[in-house]
Every structure is written in structure tokens, then in C-alpha cells.
């Protein structure tokens, strides 16, 4: 099951060409676009989005607001931010899992989204097995 993917962005060719890029892989699935927090925070519970790759410079409310509003309806979906902006140190700060500037090359975000979803799936079984050796 490929996992799914919701890209915020102001600016619709960006969203266009991260929907293009994820296209070519059969393992990601692009569930949504937004163009901005609020409509992203709406989206989510509708889409369950597995990772969010979500720009941190929009009108109304910024990429980090809308991190924190996402990660309180939905603690378990990964987020990269993907931004001009090098605010790599400040992203973990707010709750992001990782960071890729948009000067990186295209193949950089394929990576860190692959990469935090498989930190994801690790900690989960983690957490599963840990839980079921306590309760055993």
C-alpha cells in the first residue's frame, strides 16, 4: 500500500511539481494538495495523510503554526518541511521530522519523506513490541 501524501503550498506550481515527482514512484501516493494551514488542518482528518510536506512561508497561517495544530489532531503523521527558508534546527524544534530546502535537488525530498516514513514504521514496531513485552 503506497503511502500517502499531502503537499501545502502557496504557490501552485510547486504543489504541481511535487505531485509530478512523487508520481514517478509507485510506493507514494498523492492524496491532497493545499494552499494553505487552514485548508491543510481541514484536509487532514478527511485524507489521513501518512506524511505532510508542508512549505513554511503561507499567507495566514505559517508552516510552523499549522505543524502544531496538525501534530495535535494527528500525533502519528510524519512532517517535512520544505521551504527557501534554512530553518533546519528550528523545524525539530516545532515538531517537524525533517527538513529540505527547496534549493535541494528534487531527489533530496523523495529521500527525507521516504526516510521519516520508515523512522515512523521503526518506531511503531518499537513501541509495539515494547508494550507487548510489558503486558506479557
Given at each position: 500500500m503506497p503511502a500517502?501524501?499531502?503537499i501545502v503550498d502557496d504557490h501552485e506550481i510547486v504543489r504541481k511539481g511535487v505531485r509530478m515527482l512523487f508520481a514517478n514512484y509507485d510506493s507514494f501516493e498523492v492524496?491532497?494538495?493545499a494552499q494553505n494551514g487552514m485548508e491543510a488542518i481541514r484536509m487532514v482528518p478527511e485524507l489521513s495523510p501518512d506524511v505532510v510536506i508542508?512549505?513554511?512561508s503561507m499567507p495566514g497561517m505559517n508552516g510552523f503554526?499549522?505543524?502544531?495544530?496538525?501534530?495535535l489532531i494527528a500525533p502519528s503523521i510524519r512532517i517535512v518541511f520544505f521551504s527557501t527558508h534554512e530553518i533546519a534546527s528550528t523545524?525539530?524544534?516545532v515538531g517537524a521530522d525533517a527538513f529540505v530546502?527547496?534549493?535541494?535537488?528534487?531527489?533530496d525530498l523523495v529521500?527525507?519523506?521516504?526516510?521519516?516514513?520508515?523512522?515512523g514504521e521503526n518506531l511503531q514496531a518499537q513501541q509495539k513490541s515494547s508494550s507487548a513485552h510489558v503486558g506479557g
Open positions: 500517502r501524501v499531502l492524496c491532497g494538495e508542508l512549505d513554511l503554526e499549522t505543524a502544531a495544530k496538525i501534530r523545524a525539530l524544534w530546502s527547496k534549493s535541494s535537488a528534487m531527489q529521500l527525507t519523506v521516504n526516510r521519516v516514513l520508515q523512522l
